[in-house]
């Protein structure tokens, strides 16, 4: 059983910017982020996949960008340009492979119990 941490969740004013962290219990080589907002469903917003790669949500290209430093096995995401639409609960998720077509899918077989981003206008 995988377990991941999140931090990084806060309050900010539109335009600022944010950085989520997790920190699995061990390796896996497929790993994302994905939102709910309250009446919504549960979207991938950013996915890493040790070999090939990321992939974005069209809404947070060119404002989101997920790394992960393996040195500490770690997966970010920097959140760049947020906006009151970007407010919601956000969640780290992990499995062992995802398709490259399923990575921003929410079929993920770990996730964390979720952070808070809230940004205000």
Request: proline share 3%; aromatic share 12%.
């Amino acid at each position: 059983q995988v377990q991941l941490v999140e931090s990084g969740g806060g309050s900010v004013q539109a335009g600022g910017s944010l950085r989520l962290s997790c920190s699995p219990s061990e390796y896996t080589s497929s790993m994302g982020w994905f939102r709910q907002a309250p009446g919504k469903e549960r979207e991938g917003v950013a996915a890493w996949r040790s070999d090939i790669g990321t992939r974005y949500a069209d809404s947070v290209k060119g404002r989101f960008f997920i790394s992960k430093d393996n040195t500490k096995n770690t997966l970010y995401l920097q959140m760049n340009s947020l906006k009151p639409e970007d407010t919601a609960m956000y969640y780290c998720a992990a499995d062992t492979y995802r398709d490259w077509a399923l990575l921003l899918q929410p079929g993920y077989k770990y996730w964390g119990q979720g952070t808070q981003v809230t940004v205000s206008s």
